[in-house]
């Protein structure tokens, strides 16, 4: 496993925890009154590669419904339920229904056929290739978001700069900069109160991701401690899916996420994961696996939209997946792994109510290996561009390895 | 609290105390983490605690004896044959195995008169198991043991409601505490829980799941990987699982087949036509899903030189592989259905599977489990397992030589690991950051925890699901991950802490640990000791406990199981902050959830 933050054990990491972290504490914990707001971008990653095609369907194309008997979205229409008109090509998936009006808006952009290089149909590597944004290259273990971090550090940074709403840290997130993974925060008040008793214990710990991760935590605590998660109101009457088993971790997570923004506790990267898009079988039409999942996933972000408000001018929100799926259905009327995949982008600052694609065509020989939807838009060229048109880093080419930005190739998808 | 603590004052043994804890205070390098070069070989306390780590869940207090005495290989020779050991404590746990109602309420909402019935049911196949004089081990009271009667060979059986699937369902993962807790036979448990996330299945159906956990997984975890991969290929939740019983021929060939079809004589042919009415409805053509993970994840792993050509083919020999019902209640085990079957011969890999029906998968399965990219892929994951993180190089390739040499045998690869020179290398020591399963059996485990339903119900899945590890529950097929960044979080960490204060207070109901006991197996471990001023400050973990009214819902409620230290935490009882006694209760608390939560015991 090769991991930066192992690696560096005597070296950066090492010199950070002695000197830099406890900087961010002594900001975070004196600095009373309300902090420069700062922009916030935030990765969903839908983990198991969703269908685009059938999120943001190619409707102008007949042999998308030649591929698909059973599961094509039907063209829009007046008269029945449909596919929803966005640029007389292609349509919005009824179920996402609850993102149509930020399209509407300008506020949501689709970039359509993005996707990776590498030929990988592995869920496991073309995750991590996503996340490293660095296809093909396994030796890269640290994730392109903590890459951002680590190279364009600032000093306002508090310890919340990069947060995952989730038990683990994604890959996205590892490497030698601090970012915290924050599950259920119940319990805080607790810790916070024995953290005399446990924290003399890792300041010796030679380990550096565990001594730099349990810096993390103890710094983390007290403004945990006094967020009072389960007294949170969303504001704007926003309602976010409620909890009901794995339905509800996502709209859980995003709540979560913002109140930590609006509590300007200094996120400016954050990563939330959803899955079950792995839709092998049965993955329905209008109804069905599918539909539900993608239900959820719009509600969701449209709640974490309306509760945001005009916060939302600050933020910036990019969906991804490992791979997109066959553009033809399978024997088990679902979709196997696939190519290229669709992104949304949204936020007050998104030049949005488009479809941004170089359409590559579903003919059989526009086809990648005569099965999935070809890749036009390399996923790090809109990763790029969002970095650079939101957050307008210092050093962004450090972010992407052995690869060069095509500016020429940006879409515009940023005001400004 | 079950050894009643003497609640001593200031004593002259405290004085004694005190030096001890200045030799092994706060400042004592890690005593679990990698030794360095100093130190070229292991103790043999040292080595017994390896052991124990690696081939279990960590010592409880008087393993390091026990396994000394016995002898270091010996002790492994035991562990690589668990037919024979006996678990005394566990066998009554199991067979004192009831969910009392209270506790099973708390979980799901309750239809009462179903879990009764499904009680009463348990109970008579238990009797007729005893009449028989069925073993205790395998199948045993637990939902194993219905298992046998009721569902080995069905999908999901008649006449069971949703309720009391759910209720198999708790008691069969909460089993699963207990064995990993209280199981002599420590490395099956290990193995099992390795090969489960190996063969990673989930499932709607806690049948399903606790069958192949049990009947699967259990059944071959060291015996041969070629059988352990056909089971696992069989299975219904497999089959399900990674959607190969929806896996045909392409649609207009089975349509044809169907047509022209006469069910054999004495067969009911109006059931027949049905069914297969049902298979062109729902499965018309190839699904690739279990091809390829089998390839990527079970075997060959996702450099081991196969092409999307090689997943196609492998997919076509498998199609047919299905169930025999597909409806509720129809009940469904492993049927090969050749309507469903992709004829031809299929190229696997440069290698020709001759057209052969059910015959290809099983050769396919063969070709793949002696493959030397699997022999390679499965000892790399064992040596990741029971070694380090990064698999070091000389003992995958003994490991690998001798899967290969024995046809992939289990419990001969896993001795080739433990028997080798650097398997006991003080840079291995310790070096292991323990996954989440790990972090709870082992706490528990380290303060002779007692603990019964009332503790499994509202807790078993919750701790270790909070630090990123729900059992058995891992969406994906890759199954839980082993290596250290994937379980170093902000997030765990703070869950570990609350976990450590909870056991060590005894604050979660149903759960009665030995401080005495872990206290001397933390001192002959090494395990740092707060300092003085800890035990003096040991009223603010006290009062931190209270401090949080949203989260101690259990605790609060009235539900502690020990009355000394609830009334510490409620507050009633005064901690005496001017005395530094060690043999004091509170001081005792502090101690063990101060070990409990330290960065040391983190590791194995």
């Known amino acids: 496993m090769i991991n930066r933050r192992i690696f560096m054990k005597d070296g950066a990491l090492a010199v950070m925890g002695m000197s830099m972290v406890p900087g961010f504490v002594y900001r975070t914990a004196l600095t009373a009154q309300p902090r420069l707001r700062k922009k916030t971008l935030v990765t969903v990653f839908q983990r198991g590669g969703v269908d685009g095609l059938n999120m943001v369907i190619p409707f102008g194309e007949k042999h998308y419904y030649d591929y698909r008997p059973t599961i094509a979205v039907p063209a829009p229409s007046k008269e029945r339920r449909a596919a929803i008109d966005l640029d007389g090509f292609f349509g919005l998936h009824p179920a996402l229904q609850p993102l149509h009006a930020l399209y509407d808006r300008g506020e949501l952009a689709i970039i359509h056929a993005a996707g990776s290089p590498h030929e990988t149909r592995s869920h496991f590597d073309a995750q991590d290739y996503m996340e490293s944004a660095a296809p093909g290259a396994k030796n890269v273990g640290d994730g392109w978001l903590n890459r951002y971090m680590h190279e364009n550090q600032h000093p306002e940074a508090t310890s919340f700069r990069g947060v995952a709403l989730g038990e683990v840290l994604p890959k996205a997130l590892e490497g030698p900069a601090p970012a915290l993974a924050l599950g259920d925060l119940t319990g805080t008040k607790k810790v916070q109160g024995a953290r005399s008793l446990f924290e003399s214990l890792y300041d010796r710990e030679t380990n550096a991701l565990i001594s730099g991760t349990s810096k993390e935590m103890f710094n983390a605590i007290d403004q945990l401690a006094e967020l009072n998660p389960e007294a949170y109101e969303p504001a704007n009457g926003a309602q976010y899916p409620t909890p009901n088993g794995q339905n509800g971790v996502f709209g859980q997570a995003m709540k979560q996420l913002a109140q930590l923004i609006k509590a300007d506790l200094g996120v400016e990267i954050a990563f939330v994961d959803i899955g079950g898009w792995d839709t092998h079988s049965n993955q329905g039409s209008l109804e069905g696996r599918l539909p539900q999942r993608l239900q959820i996933f719009a509600n969701t972000l449209a709640a974490f939209y309306t509760d945001l408000g005009d916060r939302m001018g600050d933020v910036a929100v990019l969906t991804m997946s490992e791979f997109g799926r066959t553009a033809r259905e399978n024997g088990s009327a679902g979709t196997d792994h696939g190519k290229a995949n669709v992104m949304f982008l949204m936020g007050g600052g998104v030049k949005g109510g488009a479809v941004y694609a170089d359409w590559p065509g579903l003919a059989p020989e526009q086809l990648n290996e005569d099965r999935d939807l070809a890749m036009t838009t390399d996923f790090r060229n809109v990763f790029a561009e969002v970095l650079l048109g939101h957050l307008d880093p210092e050093k962004p080419d450090a972010v992407f390895p052995d690869f060069e930005i095509d500016n020429a190739g940006f879409k515009g998808l940023m005001r400004g | ?604």
């Not at chain 2, 679990?32 to 306390?45: F, H, N, V």
């Not at chain 2, 999908?155 to 199981?183: C, H, I, K, N």
């Not at chain 2, 406990?545 to 819902?553: C, N, P, R």
């Open chain 2, 1 to 604: 609290m079950r050894s009643k603590v003497k609640i001593l004052r200031w004593a002259p043994e405290s004085i004694a105390a005190l030096i001890v804890f200045a030799m092994f205070g706060a400042s004592t390098p890690n005593p679990l983490a990698p030794q360095d070069s100093a130190q070229d070989r292991l103790t043999e306390d040292q080595r017994a605690i390896h052991v124990l780590n690696r081939l279990g869940f960590g010592p409880r207090p008087g393993d390091i004896d026990r396994v000394i005495e016995m002898g270091i290989e010996a002790y492994i020779e035991r562990q690589l044959y668990p037919d024979g050991i006996e678990s005394p404590r566990l066998a009554e746990k199991l067979q004192g195995y009831e969910i009392p109602l209270d506790s099973w309420d708390a979980m799901v909402e309750l239809d009462r008169p179903a879990v009764a019935m499904a009680e009463r049911r348990r109970q008579s196949v238990q009797m007729r198991a005893e009449r028989r004089g069925a073993s205790p081990r395998g199948t045993d009271v637990t939902s194993a043991g219905r298992m046998q009667d009721h569902v080995r060979n069905r999908f999901l059986p008649p006449g069971v409601t949703r309720v009391e699937r759910r209720y198999e369902d708790f008691g069969y993962l909460a089993t699963l505490f207990w064995r990993a807790t209280y199981s002599e036979a420590q490395l099956e448990e290990i193995l099992v829980d390795f090969w489960f996330n190996h063969f990673n299945i989930t499932s709607g159906d806690p049948y399903i799941h606790a069958d192949y956990g049990e009947n699967v997984i259990r059944r071959h975890a060291l015996g041969r990987f070629e059988d352990l991969l056909v089971a696992t290929a069989r299975h219904p939740g497999m089959l399900v699982y990674l959607d190969n019983w929806l896996s045909t021929a392409p649609q207009e060939v089975v349509e044809a087949r169907i047509a022209s079809w006469e069910p054999p004589d004495g067969e009911n042919k109006v059931l027949w036509r049905r069914r297969n009415a049902e298979y062109l409805e729902r499965a018309a053509g190839l699904n690739e899903n279990y091809g390829r993970e089998l390839m990527e994840l079970h075997t060959l792993g996702v450099d081991g030189g196969y092409t999307q050509a090689d997943v196609q083919e492998v997919a076509k020999a498998f199609t047919g592989w299905t169930l025999t019902g597909l409806r509720e209640g129809e009940g469904g085990s492993f049927h090969f259905n050749p309507l469903l079957h992709a004829e031809g011969d299929k190229i696997v890999m440069g290698e020709v599977i001759p057209s052969g029906g059910v015959d290809e998968g099983m050769r396919v399965l063969r070709m793949l489990a002696r493959h030397p990219s699997t022999a390679h892929f499965v000892s790399t994951k064992l040596v990741r397992r029971f070694v380090a993180d990064d698999p070091p190089a000389d003992i995958v390739e003994a490991a690998a030589e001798r899967f290969l040499e024995t046809d992939g045998d289990i419990r001969e690869v896993l001795r080739t690991i433990f028997l080798h020179p650097a398997f006991f290398s003080p840079e291995y020591y310790g070096a292991k950051v323990k996954k989440p399963f790990e972090v709870v059996v082992s706490g528990l485990r380290a303060v002779d925890a007692d603990f019964d339903t009332a503790f499994l119900g509202p807790n078993f899945q919750r701790i270790s699901g909070q630090m990123g590890e729900l059992i058995r529950r891992h969406e994906t097929p890759d199954g839980y991950p082993d290596v250290a960044s994937a379980w170093v979080s902000t997030n765990s960490l703070f869950k570990r802490l609350t976990f450590a204060m909870d056991i060590a207070s005894e604050t979660l109901p149903g759960l009665e640990v030995d401080l005495d006991g872990a206290r001397e197996l933390f001192r002959r471990v090494g395990f740092p000791s707060p300092t003085p001023a800890m035990v003096r400050d040991a009223r603010t973990f006290f009062e931190a406990m209270t401090g949080d009214g949203a989260d101690s819902e259990g605790m609060m409620g009235g539900m502690m199981t020990s009355e000394p230290t609830a009334a510490m935490v409620r507050g009633e009882v005064q901690v005496d902050r001017s005395a530094i006694d060690y043999e004091s209760l509170e001081a005792k608390v502090v101690e063990v959830a101060f070990v409990l939560g330290s960065p040391d015991f983190g590791n194995r």
